[in-house]
């Protein structure tokens, strides 16, 4: 099934999302929250790393790492190393921000693993880890047998849009989390900062929505051995 939208042309919105919301959840932690640390006196500065790291690195380089292998019009061997590449960073990334939020509470005398989001941010970078480690060794290196690859393959792409679109649920209870938080402790609902928070959800939402729609876009014509979904 494809939609009648070239992907590369779908990707422009998505982009601009990726930007835009890279910008608010950087005005966020940066002017609002008080900036970014690995160590300080001040915690919180170490839990502002967490939602930078998540939505910029995991987030909006996860999808471009989706988006790429679709709409890129470069050779198929091109492409996966491109996706595999982009999906790896991602991960790094994604690990090094439940690190911070791990490193966060520990140093600030708060319980572990009590939320939902916690439960499903450790779930999803785990299946997210084990979806990139198996891609690697059936697609890319050492590549598994023309049948295994060929059967593989829907599962592969269903699987990654599912740990995907759990991770933009996820971020988007995590935006929730931390502003319910926030005004329980004083800050205004209706002011500034909960406005950014909510509009940087939101955006969120859109360029995970973007990311499936490329999926489901047509393929640049250059690029005959893909098979839509």
């Known amino acids: ?14 982009h601009v999302l990726a930007i835009a ?22 915690k919180s500065l170490i ?7 998540m939505l910029i690195g995991f987030i909006f380089l996860g999808g471009e790492a989706i988006m790429s292998y679709k709409s890129l019009p470069l050779r198929k061997e091109v492409k996966k190393v491109i996706h595999l590449v982009l999906h790896a960073i991602a991960l790094i990334l994604g ?3 439940i690190y911070t939020a791990f490193k966060y509470h520990n140093e600030s005398s708060i319980a572990n693993l009590y939320s939902l989001h916690s439960w499903l941010g450790i779930g999803i ?10 891609g690697f060794l059936v697609f890319f290196y050492p590549g598994g047998s023309t049948e295994l690859r060929s059967e593989s393959l829907p599962w592969h792409v269903l699987l990654g849009l599912f740990v995907y679109i759990l991770a933009v649920g996820n971020a988007n209870i995590g935006f929730l989390e931390k502003l319910t938080f926030l005004e329980s402790s004083g800050l205004a ?3 500034a900062e909960a406005y950014l928070v909510n509009f940087t959800a939101i ?11 490329t999926v ?5 014509q250059e690029d005959h051995s893909y098979s839509a979904i």
């Open 1 to 14: 099934m494809a939609i009648g939208v070239k992907a590369l042309h779908l990707t422009i919105v998505p």
């Open 125 to 134: 970078i785990v299946l997210y880890g084990i979806q990139w480690i198996y």
């Open 95 to 97: 690990i090094i921000g």
């Open 47 to 53: 839990f502002n790393i967490h939602p930078v790291l």
């Open 21 to 42: 919301g890279a910008v608010m959840v950087l005005v966020w932690c940066i002017y609002y929250r008080g900036g970014l640390a690995w160590e300080s006196s001040n």
């Open 189 to 191: 609902k209706y002011g």
């Open 216 to 220: 489901f876009s047509q393929p640049p």
């Open 203 to 213: 955006v969120t939402i859109f360029y995970g929505a973007f990311v499936i729609f």
